[in-house]
């Protein structure tokens, strides 16, 4: 990801991020207001992006597609199902 003048070149992260965040972050690097419903403000990393907050963005992710499910907790991941397969 790059962003001239905002984000610092050459920076190199090897955190785990999940992409259901991308949108938000954007919405409010562009100066617009996130608005949609629920806890998704949780997911905007524009400050991890920026380096005025440290740490992880998320300590766990949990997220479910096409039959399989999964969950995420700073090193650790768990993985049910096999895709296709329609188990939940």
């Not at 419903?37 to 992710?61: C, D, M, V, Y």
Request: hydrophobic fraction near 35%; aromatic fraction near 12%.
């Amino acid at each position: 990801m790059q962003w001239p003048g905002k984000l610092p070149a050459g920076t190199v992260s090897d955190l785990p991020v999940i992409s259901t965040g991308c949108d938000a972050t954007c919405v409010v690097a562009g100066g617009g207001k996130w608005t949609r419903p629920g806890n998704w403000t949780a997911w905007i990393s524009l400050p991890f992006l920026t380096g005025s907050t440290k740490g992880r963005p998320h300590e766990t992710f949990y997220w479910r597609i096409d039959g399989m499910w999964a969950v995420r907790h700073g090193d650790w991941k768990l993985v049910h199902g096999q895709a296709g397969n329609g188990s939940a």
